[in-house]
């Protein structure tokens, strides 16, 4: 199953990454332990959050817009993405200008041109219409299948280090912070930072 899953928008306008939820390993629960005789020992503390008593499920979550705005990685991918985005929209942004020109020249002229010149006109006036739906459904596209292909070069690079800190930490399950249906989650389970800096780390190498 990816990592990564969706695009949405924040609310400045900036496309980010959602990460899939990562279910990393689903231990069977230990065995019951019986109740310690008289003046034994007391049994061990709850350990952190996220961690049951006895080395029992451990769960912990990531914040996947964090990861995608402050690693190294998404950056990269926003970055991408934006520029690619510009790219498509200055060009729209000719085509429209074209139509509009256009459009003012065949009505300005609707009282001194010939007929046959304003039908001339007006045939070419379709033809930059539809030729910009073309090129707005071609950009479409495009952004699309950069959008997957960065989604899949990301996917490769975020998925190994969320397995490698949850099977080094223990880690029974690993869900999405807040796309997994979670009500409350403590941020002492959170190993976003973990995640990011392991991967920004790796980026280096």
């Known amino acids: 199953m990816p ?3 969706h695009f949405r928008k924040t609310a400045t306008g900036i496309v ?3 990460l899939a939820l990562a279910v990393l390993a689903v231990l069977a629960a230990p065995p019951a332990m019986a109740a310690p005789a008289p003046g034994a020992a007391a049994s061990p503390a709850a350990g952190p959050a996220g961690t049951a008593a006895g080395g029992g499920l451990r769960v912990a979550v990531i914040d996947t ?4 705005l402050s690693s190294t990685a998404g950056k990269k991918a926003i970055a991408e993405l934006k520029k ?3 790219q498509k929209e200055g060009e729209l942004r000719a085509k429209q200008q074209e139509i509009k020109d256009l459009q003012d020249k065949l009505s300005q002229g609707r009282l001194t041109l ?3 010149k304003l039908t001339e006109m007006s045939k070419q006036l379709e ?3 539809i030729g910009l739906r073309r090129l707005s459904d071609d950009a479409t596209r495009e952004l699309n299948k950069r959008k997957d292909d960065l989604l899949g070069g990301i996917d490769e690079k975020v998925m ?3 397995n490698q800190i949850g099977h080094e930490q223990g880690y029974t399950m690993i869900f999405r912070k807040f796309e997994s249906g979670l009500i409350y989650a403590d941020d002492a389970i959170d190993i976003t930072s973990a995640v990011v800096q392991r991967l920004d780390a790796q980026a280096q190498k």
């Open 160 to 162: 190994p280090v969320i």
């Open 127 to 129: 033809d930059k219409e």
């Open 65 to 68: 817009e964090k990861i995608l």
């Open 3 to 5: 990592v990564i899953a």
């Open 114 to 116: 010939a007929q046959d």
């Open 84 to 86: 690619a985005q510009e």
């Open 16 to 18: 980010v990454l959602g």
